[in-house]
């Protein structure tokens, strides 16, 4: 079942969920708007040969309140919320329509689980034939809350956990990347 906006409101009131900063206009219906925060990643191609899954990749860190990503681009960008989900509550992000029709694709990997707490790295995607200039502290994606049947009897604990700022890939963490 996803959560309306009255219930969002009662489990924001109760402390049962927590995003922060929050400002009531960013409740939606039947969603939480979240917006651009301040850090971003970007893959140091001049570091970079190939990437693979076995090799953490490198990465140039970048701080500012605007930035601009060229033409068939990728960026890494993060929340200016921090979010705690309680362990029957899990999420999903989508991009907002506005900014998917300025050619912007927007995820997380689209699934944010039971029990997960930190700021919300977002994978972006400029898939137009011109740059797209973009702003800190402005709304730009949502984050979905359903609440599940039950209460996860293992929550979230994974790499990203606590994650503030963006937060690069850390699949070399995998088992699978270790063996073989």
Request: proline fraction near 4%; charged fraction near 25%.
């Amino acid at each position: 079942m996803i959560l309306s906006d009255c219930t969002i409101r009662q489990m924001l009131a109760s402390g049962e969920l927590r995003v922060e900063p929050i400002e009531d206009q960013q409740i939606q219906p039947a969603s939480i708007d979240l917006r651009l925060g301040r850090f971003f990643l970007k893959v140091d191609e001049n570091c970079t040969e190939c990437i693979t899954m076995r090799e953490q990749l490198k990465y140039v860190q970048l701080e500012r309140d605007e930035i601009v990503i060229p033409p068939q681009s990728f960026l890494l960008a993060t929340t200016m919320e921090y979010i705690k989900l309680p362990r029957e509550i899990t999420g999903f992000v989508e991009g907002r329509s506005s900014i998917g029709r300025m050619g912007l694709f927007i995820q997380n990997a689209g699934w944010v689980d039971a029990g997960f707490e930190g700021e919300i790295t977002l994978e972006l995607f400029n898939a137009n034939r011109l740059p797209i200039r973009l702003e800190a502290g402005r709304r730009i994606c949502q984050i979905v809350l359903a609440k599940m049947d039950r209460e996860a009897q293992n929550p979230y604990c994974g790499k990203y956990q606590y994650q503030k700022g963006a937060v690069g890939s850390r699949i070399y963490l995998d088992n699978e990347s270790r063996t073989g």
